[in-house]
């Protein structure tokens, strides 16, 4: 089976081009891509575009599926549908289920009921340490025979340096990528909101900047030991940069991640104790949220991810500082970033290069590019739509995002995994 989209904008991130062409499927793997024109190949569907975006599907790192444990809040069916919507191809799910993923029989149990449940790839995370309580190793090698896709506690962070040390020694030693969240824990404790005048007039329990800087400055010493694979999940404030240019520059295994609530918000939008604003790191100044765009566009931080965190809604109608953090973001995640396009801030090839290539680099994948053999994971668009959201229509179970009735733009049309359309 051949399948041809015609008229369409290709965004190649590997190219780093944006070209009106074709794209032919075959099977399941992009067969080749041409320039519109004559020369255009025969196929059993053609699909016209219509001069929309076609662009690799997201590769999203970093995506809580309350499976097991807490379906009420997002199962793998409803966040799979959310996924297609909103142009995510594969989804990197995380461990901080009820249990934990930390056993390789947790593992197949999330492996066999994703792929009976969610439309898209799914790739699960396993936990870093036992319980991800941070006192004892998980079994690093049993989990990446089950299929683990990387190791990480989430935002709970591995105190104990001496127990991070071995998990990345071990893990070094078996290839394994581990995946941070860099915040000094002690500073962090029960913060809600980044320090400065903000919080102060808000009477908010804040956390320093320089609680990030001071957790990356210990794992990039670490790295310097063990020579680990290494991602930073969110790096948010400019203290921050420096000290990962110099990590890169010093030849360390480390890239770098943000979400794209701290690339399209700041502390302000939290004005009136907005929950739905609470995410994990809180978020940042207006000069720290530029600085992580420019980081973004220059390719100092290499990754964006929605950081898709369900919660119900008896966990967010509470008091800012008791309220849960987290929004989801599957759906949400492509018309958001294209504020940065639409801002100036990025091009499509960059932001796809963020969202779609460098994750798939990051985790030894053949896709988020479209280049001939590469699986046909594909997301076709309209950057300019316009739409107010509806937090109501949004697949996911849970409805806590912060863009709840903002004006967007950017509205996918069709996804396509393994060259099936399972969206549009």
């Known amino acids: 089976m051949t ?17 009106n062409g074709w794209l032919l499927i075959e099977g399941t793997v992009i067969r080749e891509t041409g320039p519109a024109g004559p020369g255009e190949p025969a196929a059993d569907e053609i699909i016209d575009c219509q001069g929309k975006c076609l662009a690799p599907g997201i590769v999203d790192i970093g995506v809580k599926v309350a499976e097991p444990g807490e379906r009420h809040k997002e199962s793998y069916r409803s966040a799979g549908l959310a996924a297609a919507a909103g142009g995510v191809t594969t989804m990197v799910t995380r461990p901080d289920t009820a249990p934990a993923i930390d056993t390789p029989e947790v593992l197949e149990f999330v492996r066999r009921r994703a792929n009976e449940a969610a439309p898209v790839n799914v790739l699960p995370m396993a936990a870093l340490t036992k319980g991800r309580a941070g006192r004892e190793m998980a079994e690093i090698g049993f989990l990446m025979d089950a299929g683990a896709a990387a190791f990480t506690d989430c935002d709970r962070v591995v105190a104990n340096t001496k127990v991070f040390t071995r998990a990345l020694t071990y893990a070094r030693g078996l290839g394994a990528l581990v995946i941070a969240h860099v915040q000094e824990p002690g500073l962090s404790a029960g913060a809600s909101a980044t320090s400065g005048k903000f919080a102060t007039l808000r009477g908010l329990a804040g956390v320093s900047s320089m609680a990030e800087r001071m957790g990356l400055d210990r794992d990039i010493a670490l790295l310097e030991t063990t020579r680990a694979r290494y991602h930073a999940d969110q790096i948010t404030t400019a203290r921050a940069l420096p000290a990962l240019e110099r990590a890169k520059g010093n030849g360390l295994d480390i890239t770098a991640g943000t979400s794209i609530h701290h690339l399209t918000l700041n502390e302000l939008d939290v004005a009136d104790y907005r929950t739905f604003f609470k995410v994990k790191p809180p978020l940042r100044s207006e000069d720290d ?128 995994v393994g060259g099936e359309k399972v969206f549009g």
Not at 5 to 18: F, G, H, V, W, Y
């Open 3 to 19: 399948t041809l989209l015609k008229n369409a904008r290709l965004i190649d991130p590997e190219k780093s081009t944006e070209t």
């Open 289 to 416: 949220r530029m600085a992580t765009v420019e980081a973004v566009a220059s390719g100092l931080i290499d990754i964006i991810s929605s950081m898709h965190t369900p919660q119900d809604e008896e966990s967010k109608r509470l008091p800012f500082e008791e309220a849960a953090s987290g929004a989801v973001a599957l759906e949400t995640f492509l018309p958001a970033a294209l504020r940065l396009v639409h801002a100036g801030q990025l091009t499509l090839p960059q932001l796809f290069r963020a969202i779609s290539l460098n994750p798939a680099n990051r985790l030894n994948l053949s896709s988020g590019r479209l280049s001939k053999g590469a699986p046909a994971d594909l997301v076709l668009f309209d950057p300019d739509t316009p739409f107010v959201l509806d937090r109501f229509t949004l697949n996911s179970k849970s409805k806590n995002t912060p863009f709840d009735g903002q004006r967007m733009q950017g509205k996918v049309h069709a996804t396509f």
